[in-house]
């Protein structure tokens, strides 16, 4: 065993021994020819990065050639695209000033007319203060009701049938007098009514104490303006027996018949009616229509006598139209006697025309015979 360890030693010894030296004459062998090429591939290897810089500049120039078209199109369809996108926006902006010239101008509208409103609504609220004024003071209310009263008599009743200003017998002169036919007789009016404690009731500046009190006054002030224009206005065998208030303002009229029903009851009573401006157009409609009722009958003879003038009128023109139809009748029957005729001869032309007469020998007519010598 130990033998064959050493000849196996020994073997593999020399194999490396072989080895080194065939690798040392190898290694001797190739320094020459590595030597003898390197020349070559240094120039190959500067032929080649010539013709790697050539194609290399050749492949920049391609592609800054194609760099530059692409920019150029960019560009183009970019301004296309700008020119596009601007005119959108010149069309949207022009819409857009239109619409908001079309605003203003409709503001600017709106602004006159709320700039009227508030005129108005300003000259509205100095009325209003006017006639609160006016409807304060005792004398001017009067003139105020006076002036409501006659303008409402005037346009509905004749001038005959009211005077304002009207002096009754026992000297008070009363807004105005009604002349309505029996058994109605003379009607008086007044219009002058009391409305501070009215103006008292609805103060925002008054309390609550305030205003019940001033309450209790109006109810007051209007059973005294009652008991004073039955005292006054109603005369015995001069007018009628009963009287008219007149409550210049439908908010006071409703304020008494809403709130205040034992007053009108008050009034009733002392047969004094209380009227507002509807209330009232609507009494001298009715007086407007029973003035025109007794007129009518006051004239019943004389349509009588008309309409017995008429009669006869008729009669005659019924008399005549029969005339006048009988004529007519026979005009037309003359008329169709005329046309027969008229046929007739149309007829006998026409024969005439087409020769179908018949010829007839006559004894006076002589024949001729030819000579027949």
């Known amino acids: 065993m130990a033998e064959i360890a050493l000849i196996v030693a020994a073997a593999s010894l020399a194999v490396l021994v072989w080895l080194a030296l065939g690798f040392a004459r190898l290694r001797s062998s190739l320094?020459?020819?590595?030597?003898?090429?390197?020349?070559?591939?240094?120039?190959?290897?500067?032929?080649?990065?010539?013709?790697?810089?050539?194609?290399?500049?050749?492949?920049?120039?391609?592609?800054?050639?194609?760099?530059?078209?692409?920019?150029?199109?960019?560009?183009?369809?970019?301004?296309?695209?700008?020119?596009?996108?601007?005119?959108?926006?010149?069309?949207?902006?022009?819409?857009?000033?239109?619409?908001?010239?079309?605003?203003?101008?409709?503001?600017?509208?709106?602004?006159?007319?709320?700039?009227?409103?508030?005129?108005?609504?300003?000259?509205?609220?100095?009325?209003?203060?006017?006639?609160?004024?006016?409807?304060?003071?005792?004398?001017?209310?009067?003139?105020?009701?006076?002036?409501?009263?006659?303008?409402?008599?005037?346009?509905?009743?004749?001038?005959?049938a009211f005077e304002l200003q009207f002096t009754l017998s026992n000297g008070m002169r009363v807004d105005c007098a009604l002349r309505l036919p029996p058994p109605t007789g003379l009607v008086t009016v007044d219009s002058k009514f009391p409305l501070e404690n009215y103006h008292r009731m609805f103060d925002r500046e008054a309390d609550q104490v305030e205003r019940a009190l001033a309450q209790k006054q109006f109810k007051a002030d209007i059973r005294k303006h009652v008991d004073d224009i039955a005292r006054k206005y109603i005369v015995a065998g001069e007018t009628s027996d009963g009287a008219?208030?007149?409550?210049?303002?439908?908010?006071?009229?409703?304020?008494?018949?809403?709130?205040?029903?034992?007053?009108?009851?008050?009034?009733?009573?002392?047969?004094?009616?209380?009227?507002?401006?509807?209330?009232?157009?609507?009494?001298?409609?009715?007086?407007?229509?029973?003035?025109?009722?007794?007129?009518?009958?006051?004239?019943?003879?004389?349509?009588q006598e008309e309409l017995g003038k008429l009669g006869v009128d008729f009669q005659r023109f019924d008399e005549r139209m029969k005339k006048l139809a009988e004529h007519i009748r026979q005009a037309h029957q003359d008329a169709e006697d005329v046309q027969v005729s008229s046929r007739k001869i149309s007829q006998r032309f026409q024969q005439i025309e087409a020769a179908e007469i018949e010829e007839k020998p006559s004894a006076n007519v002589v024949r001729l015979e030819p000579d027949r010598k």
Not at 67 to 76: G, K, N, P, Q, V
């Open 244 to 303: 008219v208030m007149f409550v210049p303002a439908e908010a006071v009229f409703a304020e008494i018949h809403a709130y205040h029903p034992e007053v009108v009851e008050y009034a009733i009573g002392r047969r004094v009616w209380i009227v507002s401006p509807t209330t009232l157009m609507a009494v001298l409609n009715t007086a407007r229509a029973v003035l025109k009722d007794v007129e009518t009958r006051r004239h019943i003879h004389i349509i």
């Open 31 to 160: 320094k020459d020819p590595v030597a003898a090429v390197a020349p070559l591939l240094e120039e190959k290897h500067r032929a080649m990065l010539t013709d790697l810089h050539i194609g290399l500049t050749q492949q920049g120039d391609r592609l800054g050639r194609h760099l530059t078209d692409s920019s150029e199109r960019l560009s183009a369809k970019i301004d296309q695209r700008l020119d596009q996108i601007a005119g959108k926006v010149d069309e949207r902006l022009d819409e857009g000033f239109k619409q908001t010239n079309e605003t203003f101008v409709n503001v600017m509208q709106r602004l006159a007319t709320i700039d009227e409103a508030q005129k108005k609504i300003e000259t509205l609220t100095g009325s209003v203060v006017n006639l609160q004024e006016l409807l304060g003071d005792k004398r001017s209310r009067g003139a105020f009701g006076e002036v409501q009263l006659e303008a409402l008599v005037r346009n509905v009743l004749p001038p005959a």
